[in-house]
């Protein structure tokens, strides 16, 4: 069974910094492109960063030039390094891989980590 299990959420004053992380089990994890994605209150959930298996990364507009997004193959992890917070980045960030079995794909989640960033 595939598990996402994300940390590093916290409290953090504008212009600070923090560093998610994001613990996958249960998938072979060098083969599969990971997502960043977050929700703010009272709006949709939105993709923040891909990172593919080859290692290319792609950003929302918004996050572009103060996020990172890395992985570990060895330890199973996918981060996001988030440079010069803002308040409106404000939101929980949740890890998101798809699974594709045959030709149907399969949506996993974390339960989320909140950022809070403070003006």
């Known amino acids: 069974q595939v598990q996402l299990v994300e940390s590093g959420g916290d409290l953090v004053q504008a212009g600070g910094s923090l560093k998610l992380s994001c613990a996958a089990s249960?998938?072979?994890?060098?083969?599969?492109?990971m997502d960043w994605y977050r929700q703010a209150p009272g709006e949709q959930r939105e993709l923040v960063a891909t990172l593919s298996s080859s290692g290319t990364t792609n950003y929302a507009d918004s996050v572009k030039g103060r996020f990172t997004m890395s992985r570990d193959n060895a330890k199973n992890t996918v981060y996001l390094q988030m440079n010069s917070l803002r308040p409106e980045d404000t939101a929980v960030y949740y890890c998101h891989v798809a699974r594709v079995v045959g030709v149907v794909p399969y949506h996993y989640w974390g339960q989320g980590t909140q950022v809070t960033v403070s003006s």
């Open positions: 249960g998938l072979r994890f060098s083969i599969n492109a």
